[in-house]
């Protein structure tokens, strides 16, 4: 259909895609997304810090901290990486105390779920140079979650300062969390996994329920690690830094850059994966509370009567395992904006959620027919988004509106 | 970004939503689907055909067909209905010879699950004013699903003549089946159960792969009920009609307005809803193969090891309870176009599933913070998308695109 519009500077191209059409391309407004492979042979990656649009940093989980440009396709492992990282080995868990672990292949031995998890870059980095990382360090057969802040000069991580530490460092192989974002409000959100694989382990009082563990936690922190004097309060026994508590394996957190809203998927036992919006105080409930089962039989939580606990925005009923969220921006899905994007490790999808206010009004789940295991999103300043998969011969696509 | 286009003939609003705007608007292209009910109190309404944009009849499951216009609000019963329509009506299953279905709240009565399902009108309904109805057909305690054509004058059911009875009369009580549409062949291709609620009634030779067994099939006919000459051939033994095997249980079948291909839903046991395409002679596998699990422990199926099966489009991980699906090719929703849009009963939300030829790309499920026993979604000749609810005050709902 024709139309003649005056005066000429009302005519906007307001809806098209990246590409440039005439406006009467039917194909104005579709968008197909598809993936193009920009980096492979990355060794399962977990997270992405764009230090411009082309050059960005690259935490592999069973690798390194790595800087990539993306046009140049230069790679480059950064040194100075702290010396208490713990690689992905071996563990023998036929005599593991906590026992209860699935076998590899052999019957005996698992593969260690350690590494590096998150790179985040202090929001002031392009003056102070700040980053932060966060991975599994280890003390003998024991291990933790740690957050270090690092100044990157010339590839090389200086001035190494911890920021938090999830001790005591314990036995558990699973579950460490490691997610991390900035808040509007310039203070650091870390995720922390309560480190158990079955509930058979939990003591009396569950791990992330309890106030004076560290584990199965959020924490909110001044950049320099100090505790903000306006966090929640959770009373004299609470560990320092609280934010949050009843969490099982939360890895992905992000901040709406308009709302300044923090969101945050969770990984469940049987089904229970949730998206949740970050609240101060709030009890996520895990485990008294779970939108999906327990693993193993005969688990009965206490009941915890007294709390009171914060739902989900959403949870599937299927396992999906989400991970590394982020919000939508770009200009390539001008559809997508303000979109909340997750990839799912479980069944290697793509879900693109549509919010308003903090209600859920649809999910689409995207590349069902091309899947894999999708760790993380990220958006380049120039508005690209990116996904990292978690295989050996791990990968950065780029997701691009192929229309045509 | 303000953009000088010449000549002036080349500006086309073609991605915009119905409502007139400004091409300036930044909302042009933005679609929030929201639900306005146009009518109440039907009961359980399971279909619907248009008549004209504001006119449509109304197939009640436990009720009637009707007569409806949408603009004045009448609502009248098309009178000479056949007069063999089994009621919902209360049957003590404690007695029943199948026995092992759900028990009501008294524990012992259930609610027949019978009455209208499909109104479906002749491709030359304009001038012949013939149409077709689905619905269960009661002989004493049995019961099958019949179709039946009739000539529709001012607002009576006239000329009936029956087209397809799923014969022998049974004593099952659920999955009758029953749905129907029209090909670009000019064919009618109706969809009928197995009628079995647990597969512990299974015979030897399941009932849905047995080809001397009208249950569990899908049939193409010509629309006076006799069968095409160019139907596959499934042998002598097989039932006359016969256009694809294996069907559990099917209600929703659709076609697609430009391609003319034929797809289906269609409800597993324990999860296993699907996404089917029809091909001529297919085996969709029921209960040799399926794409979840079956109800009551101990059940193993024939191998049938000569027979080849053919795979779902699409499987859900949960329940859906997949029906009255239809492809949408209306205006509210510019950038839904020839998207398959299917509803479902269990979760009560939308499934919006953007397809690639035969290949299903990304799905989208809608309407998951509002959620409603969801039937069946109907396009009206004027392209506006309506979706009846599964309720006993049963709903007729617009789609429609509320931007504001």
Known sequence: MMKMVLPLFFIVVSCGSSVERPLSDPKIGIQRPSKRVVLKGLKRPWSAAFLAANEVLIAEKDGDLLYVNLSTKERTTIKGFPDDLADSLLVNVTEHPLGTFPRGADGKKLKYNAGIFDVVLHPDFENNHKLYISYVSRKGENSTTKVV???????????????????????????????MTFGADGKLYITIGERLFTEANQPPMPIAQDLRDKRGKIYRLNDDGSIPTDNPNFGDEAVPGLYAIGIRAAQGITMHPKTGEIWFSEHGTR????????????????????SG????????????????????????????????????????????????????????????????????????????????????VVQSPDGKLYLLTDEEDGKMILIENNVD
């Open 293 to 376: 089962g327990y693993r193993g039989a005969g688990y009965t939580p206490p009941k915890l009567e007294d709390r009171s606990f914060t739902a989900p925005k959403w949870y599937w009923l299927q396992t999906v395992a989400p991970t590394g969220l982020t919000f939508y921006t770009g200009n390539d899905f001008p559809l997508w904006k303000d979109n909340l994007i997750i990839p799912g490790l479980s069944r290697g999808s793509l879900w693109r959620v549509v919010l308003e206010n903090d209600t859920i009004m649809s999910l689409e789940e995207l590349f069902v027919h091309d899947r894999v295991r999708a760790r993380k």
């Open 271 to 290: 089904q229970g994966d949730e998206i949740n919006k970050l609240e101060a105080g709030a009890n996520y409930g895990w485990p008294i509370k779970t």
């Open 149 to 179: 802040q690092a100044v990157l000069e010339k590839k090389t991580l200086t001035q190494l300062k911890p920021i938090f530490i999830a001790d005591p460092y314990t036995i558990g192989l699973f579950h460490y969390g490691g997610g």
